[in-house]
């Protein structure tokens, strides 16, 4: 039982730290949006975002800005990042990519998803991870960067192939059977956390959150409105 529950608070942190972790080797924002418009053979280049089914709804005030609607990476395919989670066996070998994305879902409640692929464009998934928050209060802003805290309340993991069912499977030594497209819910028990958001323009960004005090550093990973 102490094994599950130590990889159960393992999995919980994984979200936030892909979605805040620094986006080594992948394109800026700014680079991005040049290349949706840039072709050399006069064609327009589309940038591929992470899609959710998640229903947005409701809005949070972030000063004199508004945080709406659902807030998508790119298809991410970091090396060194991948690496350390399928070495820890929390991701089976056949991750290549992964994404985040962020979701309104009401005026103080959000849902802060992560997926893995099998390929580098993302279009086959592997497994996904959704956390649900309520109680999202948003404090004073230093800059552009806003303090928030938020109580998680639960996470449902989903495997879409065997390969991602029997790495879960094996992380919790068998003591939870998950099914293929199936998402299997643990509770988080509304688990406090303490956050810095960043809203710029059409852009978000998520810092790593913590369970002891505000982030000091905002996040790199841009989530584009879509």
Do not use: R
């Not at 999995?11 to 840039?38: F, H, P, Q, R, Y």
């Not at 589309?46 to 229903?55: F, L, R, V």
């Not at 956390?131 to 960067?145: E, F, L, M």
């Amino acid at each position: 039982m102490k094994k599950l529950l130590f990889w159960m608070a393992l999995i919980v942190g994984i979200v936030a730290l892909i979605g805040s972790c620094a986006k080594k080797d992948e394109e800026t924002a700014a680079t991005a949006a040049a290349d949706n418009t840039t072709s050399t053979d006069n064609t327009t280049s589309t940038t591929s975002y992470i899609s959710t089914t998640t229903t947005a709804s409701g809005s949070i005030t972030m000063g004199d800005d508004t945080l709406s609607g659902v807030y998508a990476s790119e298809c991410l395919t970091s090396a060194s990042l991948i690496a350390i989670f399928v070495n820890a066996n929390v991701w089976p070998s056949e991750v290549k990519a992964y994404g985040n994305v962020f979701v309104v879902t009401g005026s103080d409640n959000i849902s802060i998803e992560l997926y893995t692929f099998t390929d580098t464009s993302c279009s086959t998934s592997s497994m996904s991870y959704k956390t649900v928050s309520d109680n999202v209060t948003v404090g004073s802003a230093s800059g552009s960067n806003y303090p928030v805290t938020y109580n998680n309340q639960t996470q449902a993991l989903t495997v879409h192939t065997t390969a991602a069912e029997t790495a879960l499977e094996t992380l919790y030594s068998n003591a939870v059977n998950f099914i293929e497209g199936t998402p299997y819910e643990l509770s988080m028990s509304g688990v406090f956390k303490y956050g810095l958001w960043t809203l710029s323009g059409t852009t978000w960004y998520e810092a790593d959150d913590s369970s002891s005090a505000t982030p000091t550093s905002a996040g790199t990973v841009p989530h584009v409105k879509q």
